[in-house]
């Protein structure tokens, strides 16, 4: 990105696609002030979720590799 205003071609390139993404996105998730395991536990939560939302609510169901969480 060679020009004088950098950071306004930034700001202008997110105002266009962040409408875009969102719109065609099947989650979202915060990630300010997370740390990296809440981010990812919270991302395979909310997938397995999408994957078998019958499932997930079902306290039975623990086994699978999308229903762990990331261990240190």
Avoid at 5 to 24: G, H, S
Avoid at 46 to 56: A, F, G, I, Q, T
Wanted: with cysteine; aromatic share 2%; proline share 7%.
């Amino acid at each position: 990105m060679q020009c004088d205003n950098r950071e306004q071609v930034l700001k202008d390139m997110f105002a266009q696609r962040d409408p875009l993404y969102r719109a065609t996105s099947d989650i979202a998730v915060r990630t300010d002030r997370r740390s990296p395991r809440a981010v990812v536990n919270e991302i395979l939560r909310r997938v397995h979720r999408l994957v078998d939302p019958l499932k997930s609510s079902s306290p039975s169901h623990t086994a699978g590799t999308l229903n762990h969480k990331v261990s240190p």
